[in-house]
């Protein structure tokens, strides 16, 4: 398989058609890309950064989100991985427009049935401590955004029913999580187990995970949540710099420094004696 031409270095995912337009229009010099299976990707720079962004819309769901994430990884050796959309809030203090960064994610269907019941077995993965930090500082200038640092529910269910028994359940074994999403197990999991990567999940929140969902999606809560979460991604991808040795990292020139009496050779490379002579001091 042929590696693409320009090596990206932060891999943005989405779930929705919405949710990627969102991301889109903040990436300028786009190309698309195709992996021998089909699965696509547009690569791009972020302006006034020095990122490569790689975006991806890889449909719904955590399972289908990991094994993408995987292959995407595989492929493309980003230095972090971002999955950004909408989510449905699970706090009262978690409103409509608001943004939650998940500073751990929930997988909320492990555990085991008995005679007894349902006996749950909590699986969590930590965001990356770099990303959130960098989220955290880049919401303090962003006057527009309300933002929340608190964990994240996946599970493979739309919630519309704050009654129901899934929605008694999360509240019961997960009372943390501030939103609930579909995929930011899946993609977590892909990272953690590619070499622990930095990864993060951005959430715009678009209903209450109630019966009123629809009516907040139909009033266009799910395109404004959207593009919160967008600017947030782009806020901290601001801030957060590729790894030191990158060949996208500010790098100091290489070769011989001068400070005083000394030269610094650190970094270059030489065939032959090197003699030097000291000058006069003054």
Do not use: C
Request: glycine share 10%; hydrophobic share 40%.
């Amino acid at each position: 398989m042929t590696m693409p031409d320009i090596q990206p270095t932060v891999l943005v995912l989405t779930a929705l058609p919405l949710e990627y337009a969102a991301i889109r229009a903040h990436v300028g010099e786009r190309e698309e890309r195709v992996h021998r299976d089909g699965t696509r990707v547009e690569i791009g720079r972020l302006p006034d950064t020095s990122w490569h962004v790689a975006l991806a819309e890889l449909g719904m769901g955590a399972e289908r989100a990991g094994v993408l994430t995987t292959q995407l990884i595989d492929w493309l050796r980003p230095e972090a991985v971002l999955f950004v959309g909408v989510a449905g809030s699970l706090k009262d203090d978690i409103e409509i427009g608001d943004v939650v960064v998940g500073t751990q994610v929930y997988e909320i269907h492990g555990g085991k049935q008995t005679p007894e019941g349902f006996l749950v077995r909590p699986k969590a993965l930590p965001g990356s401590h770099a990303l959130e930090q960098a989220a955290r500082s880049a919401v303090r200038d962003m006057p527009g955004v309300r933002a929340h640092f608190v964990p994240i529910a996946t599970g493979d269910v739309v919630l519309a029913d704050a009654e129901s028994e899934i929605a008694r359940f999360v509240r019961r074994n997960y009372n943390g999580a501030g939103a609930i999403e579909m995929e930011g197990s899946g993609a977590l999991q892909a990272a953690h187990l590619s070499g622990q990567l930095n990864a993060l999940v951005i959430r715009g929140i678009s209903d209450r995970a109630d019966a009123k969902k629809h009516r907040a999606d139909a009033s266009g809560s799910q395109q404004r949540a959207a593009e919160q979460a967008a600017a947030v991604t782009v806020a901290v991808l601001h801030k957060h710099r590729p790894r030191e040795g990158s060949s996208d990292s500010e790098e100091e020139p290489q070769g011989a420094t001068y400070g005083g009496d000394h030269i610094d050779f650190r970094g270059s490379t030489f065939h032959g004696p090197v003699t030097g002579k000291a000058g006069e001091r003054r």
